[in-house]
């Protein structure tokens, strides 16, 4: 009995922990960076998104899913089992291509946190890392052009200039741009 109660605290602690404001900070820009990188390289190699989650453990410890390969312009991953808090999706957006302006969240990435209540981590073409703060409802770059690895065909003139920060309406306004 005592061992049950046990781990109910330290799971209700890990729930208490994981709303708080400390948790962002876990999630650097120089940590995503990093933990991007490889990621990105596989990415850009063979243009598809990878996708996963990041929560916490039973012990409170940060814990990432495998990255699972996704499409072109997709990727649906689930969260690890081990996790008893997910408080957020992470995937890359491929190789660069002039058809598909992927330099910000599209209005579907926002979309889809939003409706897991959850925050997002994006990684672009071009290196940028940006958060979908889902409780707001927006975008915020969190590093710019080549904070982690890129893709060298990447054209910084090939689509309008990338703002810091994006509203679900900007993002819908970005993705009905014709270039």
């Given at each position: 009995?005592?061992?049950?109660i046990?781990?109910?605290?330290?799971?209700?602690?890990?729930?208490?922990f994981?709303t708080?404001?400390?948790?962002?900070?876990?999630?650097s820009?120089?940590?995503?960076?990093?933990?991007?990188?490889?990621?990105?390289?596989?990415?850009?190699?063979?243009n598809?998104?990878?996708c996963?989650?990041?929560?916490?453990?039973?012990a409170?410890?940060?814990?990432?899913?495998?990255?699972?390969?996704?499409?072109?312009?997709?990727c649906?991953?689930?969260?690890?089992?081990?996790?008893?808090?997910?408080f957020a999706?992470?995937?890359?957006?491929?190789?660069?291509?002039?058809?598909?302006?992927?330099?910000?969240?599209?209005?579907?990435?926002?979309?889809?946190?939003?409706?897991?209540?959850?925050d997002?981590?994006?990684?672009?073409?071009g290196?940028?890392?940006?958060?979908?703060?889902?409780?707001?409802?927006r975008?915020?770059?969190?590093?710019?052009?080549?904070?982690?690895?890129?893709?060298?065909?990447?054209d910084n003139?090939?689509?309008?200039?990338?703002?810091?920060s994006?509203?679900?309406?900007?993002?819908y306004?970005?993705?009905?741009?014709s270039?």
């Open positions: 009995m005592y061992c049950n046990k781990k109910l605290l330290l799971v209700l602690s890990t729930l208490a994981s708080s404001p400390a948790l962002a900070k876990n999630l820009a120089s940590y995503l960076a990093k933990f991007f990188g490889p990621i990105q390289e596989r990415s850009i190699a063979e598809r998104e990878y996963g989650y990041f929560g916490l453990d039973a409170g410890k940060l814990i990432a899913t495998k990255p699972k390969r996704g499409r072109a312009d997709s649906s991953a689930n969260p690890s089992d081990n996790m008893v808090v997910v999706s992470y995937h890359t957006h491929g190789a660069f291509h002039i058809d598909a302006d992927s330099e910000t969240p599209s209005s579907d990435d926002l979309e889809a946190d939003i409706y897991e209540e959850v997002g981590y994006v990684a672009t073409p290196g940028r890392i940006w958060k979908n703060d889902w409780d707001r409802g975008a915020f770059l969190l590093c710019g052009r080549n904070c982690t690895i890129s893709d060298p065909d990447y003139q090939a689509f309008p200039t990338v703002n810091n994006y509203t679900l309406d900007g993002l306004d970005r993705d009905d741009m270039y």
